[in-house]
């Protein structure tokens, strides 16, 4: 990637992680969304970009900064994926909501969901700042540091 496209990526991952969060937030008033992010860290579009090798984001941003973000990424997932239980997983809904075609979160889990939305809004900010960070960083090297 050049130092234009990389530049471009971490933009769009801060843009996507924003989208995702307003995802969520729309999930917690009653609205359905289609397409979720999915829970694993490596099949979101963020992911497969920070986990390229052919990219070479480690050797970019260097290794304190890519490690930073590696690790708020993987927090984000993991607390990102009990949201994702509660809305999107189908062996959670009981027979009889099936039947009925319910898709109506009880409200115990409805008030799991909200406070991990809280904790989730927490992690995505320390993930936007590193971001910030490393889109300074890469806007600030030379162009010779990319491939």
Not at 26 to 54: H, I, M
Not at 62 to 80: M, T
């Amino acid at each position: 990637m050049n130092k234009e496209q990389t530049i471009e990526s971490i933009d769009n991952a801060r843009k996507a992680h924003i989208a995702q969060m307003e995802k969520i937030e729309a999930l917690l008033r009653g609205k359905k969304v289609e397409n979720p992010t999915s829970p694993e860290k490596t099949k979101c579009q963020f992911g497969k970009w920070l986990y390229d090798e052919d990219n070479h984001v480690k050797d970019i941003l260097g290794s304190q900064f890519y490690s930073n973000i590696e690790i708020l990424h993987a927090r984000w997932h993991e607390e990102y994926s009990r949201i994702f239980n509660i809305f999107f997983k189908e062996e959670k809904k009981s027979f009889l909501s099936k039947l009925l075609a319910s898709s109506k979160i009880d409200e115990m889990e409805m008030d799991k969901a909200r406070l991990y939305h809280s904790e989730l809004k927490v992690t995505t900010e320390e993930l936007l700042k590193a971001l910030g960070s490393s889109y300074r960083r890469a806007s600030a090297l030379s162009e010779s540091k990319f491939r």
